[in-house]
């Protein structure tokens, strides 16, 4: 096991950029042994134990000033089970090497957030998700977990074996214990046909519960300042595979998506009065294509261009209502956006915690370009979203409290009552976590 100081002068920042830390030490344990006996030494020491993946959150969920446990050696598939049709990794594993290896296997997992950069604990413990009618977020697809308590013991847990540690550890913040491995559910690996395509964004809220009635993943990204949206469908596809090509690809993704749209947020930031302009330039840029593909290939897509985010569940039927309570407020205000804002869907599910437990989801997510002042324009749609009582994702930026999430949501107590129970001392506390679920 070793055990370093953090970042440079002892640092830790997240991908955003907005959230830094300071820990005391970093541990990067080699086997769930040595992280159990690092979070029994830090209690030992009257330190917090916090584990960090990749730093994808926005919020401060992951940060200390005690103990930083880096998973990044606790990685792999531990075993493929056919009969069972699940795979359990060990918690470090990014979800593209994950992505890489299952199929390799033959095998897939159901659904994917829009991004593979994040570990598996990391992506599952703040609720990631993509965008589906039928198929939830990657937590609800997870068979079974092991995690290190704050007491220093291994804990088991799936539907049969600690199923109340289960309905909940699954989306467990950190706050429950240290995730050493998970075992997701798995299927067959599969091909999907993407759909995109430019189109007006009247169009797009008149028609919205058809568009998602009638694909299994409906997403759209509305680029503020114009009424231009661009959509996305996928559906399953018998094949064959016809990948975008490579030159195409790069020009697209690459290029456009990420090269263009970097220096368009240069000059935005440097004047703002040119982003309304740059707007309308930018949803005119991507034309419309269909290709098909392996899924996980899909589901993602590189993000190069960094920025702080905002996203919000709301209930699915209030989506469009909510959008144009959104569209409205920027069109009377001086905020000037450069990001698109980006809608996608899930649907209910069981888990104590998930933004969408117990009722059909629409999430709204909005962004600004890093180094960009965000925060006129992220109360301003928080207002809008807590209107409709919206769930903020876990791990993106929000104000919201215990009190307010406690009203939205049925489960609250439920999951309290379990940290009370397994961590009583606060091992795993920290500021982000005593704000949202209390002392």
């Given amino acids: ?56 959150s926005f919020t401060s969920i992951a940060a200390t000033d005690g103990v930083l446990i880096r998973p990044h050696l606790l990685t792999g598939i531990r075993h493929i089970d056919r009969d069972a049709m699940t795979v359990t990794v060990e918690a470090g594993t990014p979800l593209k090497r994950l992505n890489v290896a299952l199929a390799r296997e033959g095998l897939s997992l159901t659904n994917m957030g829009d991004i593979m950069e994040q570990t598996v604990s990391g992506a599952t413990s703040t609720g990631t ?40 550890a699954r989306i467990g913040l950190g706050a429950l214990g240290v995730v050493t491995a998970i075992t997701f559910a798995v299927e067959p690996l599969f091909l999907l046909t993407a759909r995109e395509e430019p189109m007006p964004f009247a169009k797009v809220l008149a028609d919205f519960d058809e568009l998602w009635a009638e694909n299994e993943h409906f997403e759209f990204y509305w680029f ?93 039927e209030a989506v469009v209502e909510t959008l144009r309570e959104l569209k409205a407020m920027i069109d ?46 992220f109360t301003a749609a928080e207002r809008i979203f807590t209107a409709h009582e919206g769930r903020p994702h876990w791990g993106k930026v929000h104000t919201r409290d215990a009190e307010y999430l406690s009203r939205v949501y049925p489960r609250f107590t439920e ?25």
Wanted: proline share 6%.
């Fill in 129 to 168: 998700h993509g965008t589906g009618r039928d198929s939830a977020s990657i937590a609800a697809q997870i068979r079974g977990l092991e995690l290190v308590t704050a007491d220093g013991s291994v804990l088991s847990c799936s539907e049969k074996e600690n199923p109340e540690v289960f309905a909940a």
């Fill in 332 to 377: 009377r205000s001086p905020l000037r956006i450069s990001f698109p804002v980006e809608v996608r869907t899930a649907p209910a599910d069981d888990i104590t915690l998930s933004t969408a437990s117990g009722r059909d989801s629409a999430y709204i997510a909005v962004h600004m370009f890093q180094g960009t002042p965000y925060r006129a324009y």
């Fill in 415 to 439: 999951f309290t009552a379990l940290r009370d129970r397994l961590d009583p001392d606060r091992l795993f506390q920290n500021d982000y976590l005593r704000r949202v679920l209390g002392a």
């Fill in 1 to 56: 096991m070793s055990s370093t100081a953090s970042g440079k002068n002892g640092t830790w920042r997240n991908w955003g950029g907005n959230v830094s830390a300071h820990p005391l030490r970093e541990v990067a344990p080699a086997s769930v042994d040595e992280l159990a006996e690092a979070v029994r030494g830090a209690a030992e020491e009257g330190l917090r134990v916090k584990a960090v993946g990749t730093g994808h």
């Fill in 224 to 316: 503020p300042h114009t009424g231009r949206t661009n959509t996305k469908r996928n559906n399953r596809s018998a094949g064959p595979e016809k990948p975008v090509g490579r030159l195409q690809g790069w020009f697209e993704d690459e290029f456009l998506s990420n090269g263009v749209f970097q220096v368009a947020n240069w000059v935005g930031r440097a004047v703002p009065a040119t982003v309304p302009a740059i707007a309308q330039i930018s949803s005119k840029a991507l034309s419309a294509r269909t290709y098909t593909d392996t899924a996980y290939k899909v589901f993602t897509s590189p993000r190069r261009v960094r920025f702080v985010e905002m996203e919000y569940a709301v209930p699915r």
